[in-house]
T-cell receptor, first 111, second 114 residues
Framework: AQSVAQPEDQVNVAEGNPLTVKCTYS??????LFWYVQYPNRGLQFLLK??????LVKGSYGFEAEFNKSQTSFHLKKPSALVSDSALYFC?????????FGTGTRLKVLA | EPEVTQTPSHQVTQMGQEVILRCVPI?????FYWYRQILGQKVEFLVS????????KSEIFDDQFSVERPDGSNFTLKIRSTKLEDSAMYFC????????????FGEGSRLTVL
């Protein structure tokens, strides 16, 4: 069965430092992977996706993610965190006629 | 920029009552979804809809739930007889590309069942 795992409930990082939010996946066939961000009392917003091609994917707000097939990972990264990046981040995988979301990682960027 | 709109933003209902949550997906999108989120945590799949029929539904989506696209623009989720555990934020989403495309989410409808 298709699944994604986000091993960290919360990640704390100082403003200006690089951030990483981890995601691993388990799929049969080619994975279609996504990252979304959710601010309080809002819907999920798309950040980036990996469908095929270059393993390093660039997305909105300076975020990027690296697809690693051997480690079955799709970690979200940003070189320099902003306080405004503080939010809930979800990794997702496409599975047939649905998308399966991870449990979410709360990112807290400290000023 | 086009967006998915959902109404109502918040609904309070008594247990056993019927509730209809409404969504207007982005106009050229073909695939429609309902998800729910309890207490701001896990985002759970309910149902997907394409070409006027359900493509897939989860175990949560039992006989108390139904979806409809009555007029080519609205996409509704009906809960026939609400239970306390149906209290959640319900999100509608849509896309045009199916499983390779990103989802566009609405702002959600908060359902509180008393």
């Amino acid at each position: 069965a298709q699944s994604v795992a986000q091993p960290e409930d919360q990640v704390n990082v100082a403003e200006g430092n690089p951030l990483t939010v981890k995601c691993t996946y388990s799929v049969s066939g080619n994975p279609y992977l996504f990252w979304y961000v959710q601010y309080p009392n809002r819907g999920l917003q798309f950040l980036l996706k990996y469908i095929t091609g270059d393993n390093l994917v660039k997305g909105s707000y300076g975020f990027e993610a690296e697809f690693n097939k051997s480690q079955t990972s799709f970690h979200l990264k940003k070189p320099s965190a902003l306080v405004s990046d503080s939010a809930l981040y979800f990794c997702a995988v496409s599975a047939g006629y649905k998308y399966i979301f991870g449990t979410g990682t709360r990112l807290k960027v400290l000023a | 920029e086009p967006e998915v709109t959902q109404t109502p933003s918040h609904q309070v209902t008594q247990m056993g009552q019927e509730v209809i949550l409404r969504c207007v997906p982005i106009s050229n999108h073909l695939y429609f979804y309902w998800y729910r989120q309890i207490l701001g945590q896990k985002v759970e799949f309910l149902v997907s809809f394409y070409n006027n029929e359900i493509s897939e539904k989860s175990e949560i989506f039992d006989d108390q739930f139904s979806v409809e696209r009555p007029d080519g623009s609205n996409f509704t989720l009906k809960i026939r007889s609400t239970k306390l555990e149906d209290s959640a934020m319900y999100f509608c989403a849509s896309n045009w590309a199916g499983n390779t495309g990103e989802l566009f989410f609405g702002e959600g409808s908060r359902l509180t069942v008393l």
